[in-house]
Nanobody, 123 residues
Framework: VQLQASGGASVQAGGNLRLSCAAS????????VAWFRQAPGQGKTFVGV????????VYADSVKGRFTISRDDAKNTVNLQMNSLKPEDTAVYFC?????????????????WGQGTQVTVSS
């Protein structure tokens, strides 16, 4: 099982980015998939999650209204559209998957992790 996050880049504040998480060895339609981020010197923090039904999403307050998670079952990918980026969004972003059918927000509840992709937002 392997998850691979991609799409990270350096952008200016107010810009947009789209991250993608691709999977091999598992099917996202049978998983709950979340995005977490980790700023330098900090632990992983919850960004958002898409439930196994592919419809229900939950977001951290800090990104609500700016970030959107979607799932493409044909490509077996989960995407994170990030709009109106702020310097405080700077972090390494990870995708993670769990067999649990719940919108889990704790990193410890996820079994499968991608390697992370760097997002840097400059002011």
């Amino acid at each position: 099982v392997q998850l691979q996050a991609s799409g990270g880049a350096s952008v200016q504040a107010g810009g947009n980015l789209r991250l993608s998480c691709a999977a091999s060895g598992l099917t996202f339609s049978s998983k709950t998939v979340a995005w977490f981020r980790q700023a330098p010197g900090q632990g992983k923090t919850f960004v958002g999650v898409i439930s196994m039904n592919g419809i229900t999403t939950v977001y951290a307050d800090s990104v609500k209204g700016r970030f959107t998670i979607s799932r493409d079952d044909a490509k077996n990918t989960v995407n994170l559209q990030m709009n109106s980026l702020k310097p405080e969004d700077t972090a390494v972003y990870f995708c993670a998957a769990t067999y649990r059918n719940s919108a889990a927000q704790s990193p410890s509840l996820y079994e499968n992790w991608g390697q992370g992709t760097q997002v840097t937002v400059s002011s």
